[in-house]
Each structure stands twice: as C-alpha cells, then as structure tokens.
C-alpha cells in the first residue's frame, strides 16, 4: 500500500512539474521582446562590422521587434538579415529566457586584398568576395598587377570554389590562381612570415615580394608550390645567407630544377 502511495505522489509531481513547465513556455512565448543582443566573435581580427551596425539592420526591418511577443518572432527571417551583411560568415538567432533576442555572430576572415584596375576588395578564406570595410582595413596579403576578370557576372558575388565547381576551367582564372596562392602562403608559417604581396606581371607569372630585402621571386604557374617554396627557403639559408639578399633583383623559379638569380646592375 505504502508502494502505491508512493508511486501516486511520483506521478502527481511529475504532473505538477509537466505543467509549471508549459505554463512557464507559454507565458515566455507570450512575453515580450525586451532587447536585441548582438555579440560579434572577430577570430582574432581587426573589427569590420560593428554589433551597433547589425542590430541597426535588424531594427530597420523588424522595426517593431521588442514589442513583439516572443512566440511571433521570426528568428530565421532575422538570422538571414544579419548573413545578409558582406562581413558575416555565420549567425545563430535565439530568445533567452529573460525574453532577449541574442544574435551570436562569426566575422569572415579576410584573406588577400585584391586591386584590380577598377576595384579593390577582399577574399576571404573560403574564397568569397568581401568590400572593403569602412571601420578597418584588415592588414593581409595585398595581389595587384595585370589582373584580368576572367568571370561573367557580378564581382561581388564571386565565390571561387563555386566558381570551380560550376566550370573546372575557372581554376585558371587570375584570381582563382591569386586566391590559391594567397591561401598556400597563409597556412605556410615560413612563407607567412616572409612574404606580403602578390603581383601578376604582364606575362601572365605570378611574382611574390617579400616583406624585407628589394627582390621579386618569380613563380610563373601555381604548379608544384610545396617544391618551389622549398627550393626557395633551401636558397635564403643556404646561399643567401652567405652572399646576402640584397645583391638580387629577382630570384626565378618557373623554371623545373633551376633557381635563376638575377644580379642588381
């Protein structure tokens, strides 16, 4: 008997509990929105897009979102208005439960900076254009030279791997070649810290530039990257080291087993 009344009293508080709990959910969904919180995760970068400028979007278009109840709040509408911004790689939209519409959001990271003859812009790290940012200018890889626009379309919906995979020809497309390089020389530490510049000179070869010393390094294709880089460091360590970098003009690697240094006249 004692069992039984047990078992009432666990079933009748596990009833008490199931209810508390969906008045509890009913009264949030019907309470009002008290604010909009936006946090911004930079990756370790420079600022581009401020949490003031992304809450001010989303209150443009949901004008009247703290009064609205927070059952009604249309969370994916709001989250596609934020990935809406050039600066934003990811947003995740949520309502607290002291009734707050939290906007949590990862910042793209730029990659190269790429000035062309009639624009500048941003790639970032999965190859998709970015404007230049009115707040910072994010210090990265600068790419300039003779860059054509080998692709149709809008240059502001330029993604490269979409590109690639839409017409594998695109894989030879200047910037295509220029956002390759840029990500080999990001994820390489030596080369990261050795090299700041990318130029496509008129003969259709990539050249980079070192951040010390006044030489070029002549790559020519983006073929065998891991070969002429490490052909390349074998020779400041080597042969550099003994002779000095700064009696060169250019250091070529185009060529497939051959270092040409040029002397300064």
């Known amino acids: 008997m004692k069992r039984r009344y047990a078992n009432i009293i666990k079933v009748l508080l596990l009833l008490v509990i199931v209810v508390v709990v969906v008045v509890a959910n009913v009264l949030h969904r019907q309470s009002a929105i008290n604010s909009v919180v936006v946090v911004v995760d930079y990756m370790a970068n420079d600022t ?16 009247d979102i703290t009064n609205q109840a927070v059952g009604s709040a249309d969370l994916e509408g709001i989250r596609q208005v934020v990935k809406s911004n050039q600066f934003v790689d990811e947003a995740d939209v949520s309502v607290t439960v002291s009734s707050d519409l939290m906007i949590k959001v990862t910042q793209r990271t730029p990659l190269v900076r790429v000035y062309s003859k009639k624009s500048q812009f941003y790639l970032d790290t999965k190859g998709r254009y970015m404007p230049i940012s009115q707040i ?19 240059i502001a919906s330029l993604d490269i791997e979409a590109l690639v995979a839409a017409n594998p020809k695109a894989e030879n497309y200047d910037i295509t070649k220029i956002f390759r390089l840029a990500k080999y020389i990001n994820n390489d530490k030596n080369a990261k810290v050795l090299f700041d510049q990318i ?64 002397k300064k006249q």
């Open 48 to 63: 581009l897009v401020t949490s003031e400028q992304l809450s001010s979007s989303v209150m443009e278009k949901y004008r």
């Open 199 to 262: 130029y496509l000179n008129s003969n259709g070869d990539m050249e980079i530039v070192p951040k010390l010393g006044n030489h070029t390094v002549v790559l020519g294709d983006i073929n065998n990257l891991d070969e002429k880089f490490e052909n390349l460091f074998a020779l400041y360590q080597k042969g550099f080291s003994k002779t000095g970098w700064e009696k060169y003009s250019s250091v070529n690697l185009k060529f497939k087993d051959q270092i040409i240094c040029t």
């Open 136 to 154: 910072n200018n994010q210090r990265v890889i600068v790419a300039n030279g003779y860059i054509k626009k080998d692709f149709s379309g809008n």
